[in-house]
């Protein structure tokens, strides 16, 4: 936790929108809101640099220092992302060009290329004088780069350096034009390249090949991850704070490699009280990334918004919302944003308090929250999440390669991911972390692996390989193992290795659309798969499940085998909720697939241990009545009750339950 002893609890203050005067009422206000942190600075580039080469910095001081004396913490945010008007006027190479060619307007944000060396020394200069003037101060205690780093439009920046920046990335990939011709089979449809200064941007206009497609938003990827490695070098090398960028629920920026720079991982988003229930995945995966906590840096009080309204939320969901960065392993949960602004693009944006500097009426919610923090925070400081034995892959690779590629007709691999796997499993209390394809194997039993089609990044198909025969368990597929990392299939067979290991010979392969076919299992019980269908004759494996109908009738659909001291699961299909959880329940490890306690569906339940005691954070996640089966005394440190046996759980309620005996 913070040195505040309770987690960092706060929100994005922009000080540069009001008279500097109002700092002492507003600081007035974040004390009454129980509030130790807020984040400054992330788009104010005018205000430090109103004019190319003078920085005026004097205003952030008095900030800082204000916040600092009343025992409020600073992240600090570099501003590159809302460059001034004049980097547009002078420098109008910096700015995006959209696949038509055309290029962005001085007036929004995100609209400055990554890639231009312009625009990269203009950021190097306001982030080295921004670092030189606040690398010692005390009242910092982190750094954001940027905001939201993502492309912008559906291709990216498309400008001539973006161009020449990602043939010569084919070029040093490939080596000549004949091998990545021959990779990614261009002798189809005479797509075949003369030379690398022939690959052209992909226009969504174009139906061009999958391979090209997932090779340029993997580029674009790349293109925001140096960027930001450019700033955090700068920030290290002249402050004594960490350093994150704030992210978004999305695969577009691949988190693994961009975090290979950051010291933590910063997390923004505004998920519908409709989907609060699949946050915890971001930051189950969010989690397992950097060595230290996370820190929740957006997420809405009560209703999202532009120059609209939107999106409501009922008397709850912020306390529900807010407390799930804490109970999944962060430390810090902070809103957009303090004070709603009273001009500009997001004037109608849900915050605490409004532009007219009243507390909004979530206010009293907001109190309680920190009060909260508070009374459970040595509980919080002692204690950390058990380590799940249970992991599940999601790769930001894959989210490019099937956003390109689909394979079946709207297939859209988060919401699959989400639906078919991570939600069953969590609504069962089987605690896992969501792992990126370059995560170390060694700390689990049981690892699902999904929809990751090219099973080759990050080496992952030979670290698997030796953790399963030193004994885990792998539940592979559906489509999993069946791309190249050049996004094409295998030749030899379906899959590059499934078949081998998993001793079957996949006979039949018919997708989930229009409709889906039924599988039997031992028990007898009959359900229907989903999504993808492959049909395996046995190899030397057992069967675990058939299908009962179609040209798939008698084939097994999901396989067992033994691999050295562990063993390869192989999912033909994706099997129905329950079938999925007694499935990893009757082959993983009881370390891996024991509920702490048992719960409704609608409760998440994260269990802690350390020095502390042990006991759980528990939130519900639907604004309905819950239980909770207890089979030890426990105390509620939020409300002082003693609690046993079967509890009920109201909506949008959260526990912070330590164990008596």
């Not at 700092?23 to 130790?36: P, Q, T, V």
């Not at 004019?51 to 800082?64: A, C, K, R, S």
């Not at 939020?638 to 759980?649: A, H, K, P, Y």
Request: glycine residues 8%; contains cysteine; charged residues 20%.
């Amino acid at each position: 936790m913070s040195s505040f002893g309770k987690p960092y609890y706060g929100a994005a203050y922009y000080p540069e929108d009001w008279p500097l005067e109002q700092i002492d009422d507003d600081i007035a206000l974040m004390k009454d809101a129980g509030m130790n942190v807020m984040r400054i600075g992330e788009f104010a580039w005018s205000r430090m640099e109103p004019v190319e080469g003078q920085y005026d910095f004097d205003w952030l001081h008095l900030v800082v220092n204000k916040l600092g004396e009343a025992g409020i913490k600073v992240i600090m945010g570099t501003p590159t992302c809302t460059p001034p008007i004049w980097v547009a006027q002078n420098y109008p190479e910096c700015i995006v060009v959209d696949e038509n060619g055309v290029r962005a307007q001085h007036g929004a944000r995100r609209h400055a290329c990554p890639n231009s060396p312009m625009y990269r020394e203009l950021s190097r200069r306001i982030v080295t004088a921004m670092a030189k003037e606040f690398g010692h101060d005390r009242n910092i205690i982190g750094w954001q780069i940027d905001n939201e780093l993502f492309l912008l439009g559906r291709r990216g920046c498309c400008c001539p350096e973006c161009h020449r920046k990602f043939q010569l990335q084919l070029r040093e990939r490939y080596g000549s034009i004949e091998k990545l011709n021959e990779a990614w089979g261009l002798n189809l449809w005479s797509q075949a390249y003369s030379s690398f200064a022939d690959i052209p941007i992909p226009k969504t206009s174009i139906w061009h090949h999958p391979s090209l497609i997932t090779a340029w938003m993997d580029f674009q990827s790349d293109s925001y991850v140096e960027f930001c490695a450019m700033q955090a070098d700068i920030i290290h090398e002249l402050t004594i704070h960490p350093v994150g960028t704030d992210m978004m629920p999305t695969g577009g920026i691949n988190y693994a490699k961009i975090h290979k720079n950051l010291d933590l991982v910063q997390f923004n988003h505004y998920w519908p009280p409709e989907r609060l229930n699949n946050v915890p995945f971001w930051y189950d995966y969010i989690r397992t990334i950097c060595d230290r906590p996370f820190w929740n840096t957006e997420t809405s009080t009560c209703w999202n918004g532009s120059t609209t309204a939107n999106g409501y939320k009922e008397t709850g969901f912020c306390t529900a919302n807010s407390w799930l960065p804490i109970a999944l392993g962060g430390e810090a949960c902070l809103y957009w944003l303090w004070r709603s602004h009273w001009a500009g693009h997001e004037l109608m944006h849900g915050s605490v308090v409004s532009s007219a500097g009243r507390p909004l009426h979530i206010i009293d919610e907001v109190r309680e929250i920190s009060r909260g923090f508070e009374v459970s925070s040595e509980f919080l400081n002692t204690t950390q999440i058990k380590k799940p034995k249970l992991a599940l892959h999601f790769s930001c690779f894959e989210w490019l390669l099937l956003a390109a590629q689909p394979m079946v007709r709207e297939f859209k691999y988060l919401d699959q991911l989400l639906d078919c796997f991570y939600t069953p499993l969590i609504e069962s209390q089987l605690r896992l972390d969501v792992i990126d394809p370059s995560a170390l194997l060694d700390d689990y039993d049981v690892v699902i692996s999904p929809f990751i089609a090219a099973l080759d990044e990050s080496g992952l198909r030979e670290r698997l390989k030796k953790w399963i025969e030193e004994g885990g368990t792998w539940i592979a597929g559906p489509l999993t193992d069946n791309r190249t990392m050049d996004c094409t299939k295998f030749t030899h067979s379906p899959f590059g290795s499934l078949e081998d290991w998993g001793g079957v010979y996949c006979k039949y392969q018919i997708p989930g659309d229009p409709r889906d076919f039924g599988v039997r299992y031992p028990c007898g019980r009959e359900a229907t798969g989903k999504v993808w269908y492959d049909g395996f004759e046995l190899r030397g494996a057992d069967s675990i499940a058939e299908y009962t109908e179609g040209p798939l009738s008698g084939l097994s659909a999901i396989t067992v085998k033994k691999m050295g001291k562990g063993q390869v699961v192989l999912l033909g299909t994706v099997p129905d909720p329950q079938s999925l959880v007694t499935l990893v329940t009757q082959v993983g490890s009881p370390d891996a697939t024991t509920p702490y306690v048992q719960a409704s569906s609608n409760v998440l339940v994260v269990p802690r241990s350390g020095d502390g005691g042990e006991g759980a954070v528990v939130v519900e996640l639907r604004n309905t009545s819950g239980r909770l089966s207890l089979p030890h005394r426990f105390i509620d440190l939020l409300s002082g009750r003693t609690l046993e046996g079967e509890v009920e759980v109201p909506g949008y309620s959260v526990m912070v339950l330590k164990r008596l005996d």
